[in-house]
Every structure is written in C-alpha cells, then in structure tokens.
C-alpha cells in the first residue's frame, strides 16, 4: 500500500472531497492530516516546508506547473497562497514531492 506523509485539508472544500477519494480509490493511505481550519499554514509555514522538497506541483485552475523550490521559491509561495492569506487546501506532500491543489494528473505521480 502506498501513503503518504502530510495531507492539508479544509472540511466542505470541494477540492479536498475529491483529493481524498483520489487517496482512497487508490489505496493511497495518509500519515498525517491537517485541518486547515484549526492549523493554518502561512507563507513562512510553507518556506520552511519548501526546504524538506524537491519537486513542487501547484494547479493553477486546470493547469499543472511544476516548479523547482530551490530557485522557484517566490513563485511557490505568490501562487499556494490563497486569498485568506494561508496554504491552498488541499495540499499533500509525500516525500520530496508537495503538490498544492488537486488534479488527477498530478495525483497520479503520487
């Protein structure tokens, strides 16, 4: 079975609904989940996760960029950042991978 490390989640977000069917159609279990509610996460939350990854994927509507947190790290933190000023929800990292958002695509790297 695989996992992964971190799920970041917002109850009622559509989003994160079809994030964690993705999980669990898959067999995909999760080591640890963070309600966004009751921890957010803000831009120097996510720096300091930045430096435990390697490759970070964001969606951007239903487009998927992949950017490299070593140098992308400014365009990294203007894009996960939502409006209310914390981490987009959801938000999963498993090893050195953190993707923000959900598409299928990206999921599926997992």
């Known amino acids: 079975m695989k996992n ?3 799920l970041y ?3 009622s977000c ?5 994030a964690e069917d993705f999980l669990e159609s898959h067999k995909i279990a999760v080591e640890n989940t ?3 509610k009751k921890h957010p996460l ?3 939350d996510l720096i300091e996760r930045l430096s435990s990854v390697e490759r970070v994927l964001i969606t951007k509507g239903r487009k998927l960029l992949e950017l490299d947190p070593s140098s ?3 365009e990294i933190v203007s894009i996960a950042i939502g409006r209310s000023g914390n981490l987009r929800a959801p938000s999963l ?3 050195g ?3 923000v958002g959900f598409l299928e695509e990206a999921y599926q790297q997992i």
Request: aromatic share 4%; net charge positive; hydrophobic share 25%.
């Open 97 to 99: 991978l953190l993707i």
């Open 4 to 6: 992964v490390d971190w």
């Open 9 to 11: 989640r917002r109850n």
């Open 72 to 74: 992308d790290r400014e």
């Open 93 to 95: 990292q498993k090893g």
């Open 34 to 36: 963070v309600d966004c």
């Open 14 to 18: 559509t989003s994160c609904k079809r």
């Open 42 to 44: 803000k831009p120097d």
